[in-house]
């Protein structure tokens, strides 16, 4: 315990024990500047510092179009023209479809099959909305076997946790 408390006693003698930094001129030995420091000061001013550094090149990076140049980063206007045409390619492929449907109705009057009174744009464009298939989603063998195991593991580990409460 005392030999704790003389190391804690020598570290902060040694690190508070002033010291003097001397800027020489070699020529004359004239002192061109001088200061005083202790190794506290120097340690404080260093992680300062790099803390200021890594702060101002993070700042540097993330707000100016250098981080362009980071793999994995896209420019902002490549996004957002992305976005702008997926947005028109749907609007577009629904486009496509009512005319499509459209002129499915038009084929069937000209070939007689259907009534003209019957077809009215409106209500063609009406019957034509998307709707989503029903999808048969069926669990494979494998998913299903390992469902079992994950279920079995579950049940292990419930097991061993009830034990460990108990003892």
Known sequence: ???KRLKKQLLKKKLFTKNRLVILNEDTFEEVFSLKLTLMNVFVFATIGAILIIFVTTFI???TPLREYIPGYTSTKLKK???ELALKSDSLEFAIKKNEAYLE???KVLNGDLQYAKVNKDSILAISVD???D???TATEAELKLRKEVAEEDK???KAKESKKSK
Request: aromatic share 4%.
């Open 105 to 107: 109705s038009i084929k």
């Open 131 to 133: 709707t989503l298939p």
């Open 81 to 83: 023209d992305a976005t």
């Open 1 to 3: 315990m005392a030999q």
């Open 156 to 158: 292990e580990l419930k």
């Open 135 to 137: 999808l048969q989603l």
């Open 61 to 63: 990076i993330a707000f």
